[in-house]
């Protein structure tokens, strides 16, 4: 059983993912933008490791899920995990760049 505690350290990440998610698509600078890209990869690891720590914790699920991303060009559907494998760090610094 995990701990209660993280479930709320989790449930804050989220959170921020939500709103570094927000500000990306706010700046948006087209439709294949890596920003919002990596943003999307963020949010949704977080909320894999919120729905984790909360399920380990007190056995709850929560009402949603994660819609995959899915790239046209590749089919190949190995990791659901991790989103964000194939983001260049410097999109995931653009990212952590972005105000809040």
């Known amino acids: 059983m995990a701990d209660p505690a993280i479930v709320r350290t ?9 709103q570094a998610h927000l ?3 706010e700046l948006r600078t ?3 933008d890596p920003v919002v890209f990596a943003a999307y990869a963020h ?6 490791a919120y729905e984790e720590a909360l399920y380990d914790a007190f056995d709850e699920v929560v009402p949603m899920s994660v819609v995959e991303y899915e790239d ?16 260049e760090d410097e999109d995931l ?3 952590e760049d972005l105000e809040l």
């Open 30 to 32: 087209g439709e294949a």
């Open 93 to 95: 610094e653009d990212l």
């Open 43 to 48: 949010l949704a690891d977080a909320f894999v």
């Open 23 to 25: 500000a990306a698509t």
């Open 10 to 18: 989790r449930l804050e990440a989220l959170v921020e993912a939500l």
């Open 72 to 87: 046209e060009e590749d089919d190949d559907e190995d990791d659901e995990d991790d989103l964000g494998d194939d983001l």
